[in-house]
Nanobody, 115 residues
């Protein structure tokens, strides 16, 4: 199995930046995709960004040009660099990993964008 530990969530002012990290352990050899989702209060969980083997990335239209997803070569860690943050980016951000053993979710990290 794969275990995930997220970090980096914080309170930040509009226009600020944050970097989220998701560290994977266990059967990381089986990982083929890593992603970040978010869920705001009263809303459904939505895909923010995803990276697959070959480093192809997918970004939600709402974050294109502001957020970047990248990983280390060994699939140990995936990052979400968030710039030009807006109040509407406020949510709990979840890391998700797809592997040949199944899909795994992290515990979530809170990002609050407010002045």
């Amino acid at each position: 199995q794969v275990q995930l530990v997220e970090s980096g969530g914080d309170l930040v002012q509009p226009g600020g930046s944050l970097r989220l990290s998701c560290a994977a352990s266990g059967s990381i050899f089986s990982i083929y995709a890593m992603a970040w989702y978010r869920q705001a209060p009263g809303k459904q969980r939505e895909l923010v960004a995803r990276i697959v083997a070959g480093n192809t990335t997918i970004l939600s239209n709402s974050v294109k040009g502001r957020f970047t997803i990248f990983r280390d070569n060994a699939w140990n860690t995936v990052y979400l660099q968030m710039n030009s943050l807006k109040p509407e980016d406020t949510a709990v951000y979840y890391c998700n990993v797809d592997s040949t053993l199944g899909s795994v979710w992290g515990q979530g990290t809170q990002v609050t964008v407010s002045s």
